[in-house]
């Protein structure tokens, strides 16, 4: 079991900055590939980024490409999602998961519904125009 917080959600304006911060719990944080998803009002979830167990594979959505940046530090059980020049259509709850697998493909979306084991609660971010 991995139980996963959030946190560095917030209000910001368009063009502006933002790093959120997923802690995990538990001794095999670092075996498993960790993704973040978002999800706007009225819209499905979609995968933002991912990124493999050891640091080596990233994915990042077209939309968010270049912007957002996702790391990970094993040592602190944390994973990070850098986001830039953020636009008022990155509003969303934005949440951390934990994956299936131990990689990702860096040319392949990911699931919400196939890929995820476990879940965080979520932090909103809202970017005004």
């Known amino acids: 079991q991995v139980q996963l917080v959030e946190s560095g959600g917030g209000l910001v304006q368009a063009g502006g900055s933002l790093r959120l911060s997923c802690a995990a719990s538990g001794r095999t944080f670092s075996s498993y590939a960790m993704a973040w998803f978002r999800q706007a009002p009225g819209n499905k979830r979609e995968s933002v980024a991912g990124i493999s167990w050891n640091g080596g594979n990233t994915y990042y959505a077209d939309s968010v490409k270049g912007r957002f940046t996702i790391s990970r530090d094993n040592a602190k059980n944390t994973v990070y999602l850098q986001m830039n020049s953020l636009k008022p259509e990155d509003t969303a709850v934005y949440y951390c998961?934990?994956?299936?697998?131990?990689?990702?493909?860096?040319?392949?979306?990911?699931?919400?519904?196939?890929?995820?084991?476990?879940w965080g609660q979520g932090t909103q971010v809202t970017v005004s125009s």
């Open positions: 998961a934990a994956l299936v697998g131990f990689t990702v493909d860096p040319g392949t979306s990911l699931g919400a519904d196939r890929d995820v084991r476990f």
